[in-house]
């Protein structure tokens, strides 16, 4: 495989759909793997910058007692009221890229390929190309709405309606697949989709 610069892979799916096992596979291959919401966890812990703009922004009712931002808390805050969804983004998001870019450069340095698991990578686009951030091919991972709905109830022990309301919350699958440039089948066991990664590592 010869190339000239480092190929970034922008990963992706939807609740359900298995991700974050593809993530892992593609881990055990040996490829790095910049992990969006591992980020997006790191930025706003106590010191970070983005802690104490949250705290300015939603009070410290959203705290534990340790002084560490609850995450559910803010996260029901939010889930309902898209301007307070806006603050947050506006907040958070800055700092999540700043970070991506400087775990792209820093990989870049040894790796020809470059992974980057982002749920929201197909809402988030734009502004993801407005901090300088673009994908040589997008990944998406792919299960069904009554997979996903099936393997929310079984991992989070939820009812069928608050399973379909999660699922319902984020773009469409199907919708995602207009991005998509690889599609990351995961409707069978555990063994067709290693397969299917191979293939797809494979062809790159």
Same mark, same amino acid.
């Given at each position: ?18 991700? *974050?096992?593809?993530?892992? =596979? %593609? ?5 790095? /793997? #910049? ?5 997006? @966890? $790191? ?64 990989? *870049?340095?040894?790796?020809? =390929? %470059? ?5 929201? /990578? #197909? ?5 993801? @190309? $407005? ?69 797809? =590592?494979?062809?790159?």
């Amino acid at each position: 495989m010869t190339q000239n610069r480092t190929k970034i892979i922008g990963l992706t799916g939807g609740i359900g759909t298995g991700k *974050s096992t593809v993530s892992k =596979i %593609i881990v055990k291959k040996g490829f790095p /793997l #910049i992990d969006a919401d591992l980020i997006a @966890r $790191e930025v706003v812990e106590s010191g970070k910058p983005a802690y104490s703009m949250i705290i300015d922004t939603f009070g410290e009712k959203i705290l534990n007692r340790d002084g560490s931002i609850d995450r559910k808390k803010l996260g029901l805050l939010v889930f309902n009221d898209v301007d307070l969804r806006l603050k947050l983004n506006n907040i958070v998001h800055p700092q999540i890229y700043k970070k991506i870019k400087e775990k792209l450069l820093y990989y *870049s340095i040894n790796n020809a =390929i %470059i992974f980057l698991d982002i749920p929201l /990578l #197909i809402e988030g686009l734009e502004d993801l @190309r $407005e901090f300088g951030i673009t994908f040589d091919e997008i990944w998406v991972v792919y299960a069904d709405k009554e997979t996903q709905i099936k393997r929310i109830i079984e991992r989070d022990k939820i009812d069928y309606e608050s399973a379909t309301k999660r699922v319902d919350a984020q773009l469409p699958i199907d919708e995602k697949l207009k991005f998509a440039d690889v599609i990351i089948y995961n409707t069978g066991d555990m063994k067709e989709l290693v397969s299917n990664v191979e293939k797809a =590592i494979e062809a790159l």
